[in-house]
């Protein structure tokens, strides 16, 4: 069974500055996909970013972007500029590339609250 | 907004109760997931519901139940309420479910259980 950890339970930035979160996981896959997903207070799960184990670049998304290191198993999530309306719960979290039955579900690490300091 | 609707936003109950909670997934979406998001155990899978058809399952508690109805929204139906069924419901909705792709799941606003 694939599990994801992420072992920070929070961190702070400093509005404009750059922060990274991580996340390792562990499977047995070779083909899968990544997933950052951000919760704020509103408690709506929003997609930030997703990355294909099988493509070399890393994924990026404006002031989102990755570090994708599949030997490591590690899957860390950089924002630059810090702006406010960051501050959220942020879930790594796992999907195999080719399912059938139990194994379509995502797999989510136990999150890492984000505070931005003006 | 997700195009994922979830009803009722809260829902407050008491001990062995039965609740409903309901779910219309995005235009176009075959594919409905739960799942449960709570202090202790964090965001984890309950079951999936493929073009009505039940296709995978997680932790599912034997008192949850879940069907998906021709108009493909989805219920997911709790009873026998414990004090620790308090959590967050989540719903969310993808275009496929069958084999392969990214299939990305778009999550509806949560329904917040409380069991008093």
């Known amino acids: 069974a694939q599990t994801v950890t992420q072992s920070q339970p929070e961190m702070s930035v400093q509005e404009a500055e750059t922060v990274t979160l991580s996340c390792t996981y562990d499977t047995s896959e070779s083909d899968y996909y990544l997933f950052w997903y951000k919760q704020p207070p509103s408690r709506q799960m929003i997609l930030v970013i997703r990355?294909?184990?099988?493509?070399?670049q890393n994924a990026t998304e404006n002031r989102f972007s990755v570090n994708f290191q599949k030997a490591a198993k590690s899957f860390s999530l950089k924002i630059s500029d810090s702006q406010l309306g960051d501050a959220a719960m942020y879930f790594c979290a796992y999907r195999t590339l080719i399912y059938t039955g139990a194994n379509s579900k995502l797999t989510f690490g136990k999150g890492i609250t984000l505070s931005v300091r003006p | 907004d997700s195009g994922v609707t979830q009803t009722p936003k809260h829902l407050i109950t008491a001990t062995g109760q039965r609740v409903t909670l309901r779910c219309s997934p995005r235009s176009g979406d075959l594919s409905v997931y739960w799942y449960q998001q709570s202090l202790d155990q964090g965001l984890q899978f309950l079951i999936q519901y493929y073009n009505g058809e039940e296709r995978a399952k997680g932790n599912i508690l034997e008192r949850f139940s879940a069907q998906q109805f021709p108009d493909l929204h989805s219920e997911l139906n709790l009873s026998s309420l414990e004090l620790g069924d308090s959590a967050l419901y989540f719903c969310?909705?993808?275009?496929?479910?069958?084999?392969?792709?990214?299939?990305?799941?778009?999550f509806g606003p949560g329904t917040r259980l409380t069991v008093l």
């Open positions: 990355q294909e184990a099988y493509k070399q």
């Open positions: 969310a909705s993808s275009v496929g479910g069958g084999t392969s792709g990214s299939n990305e799941q778009f």
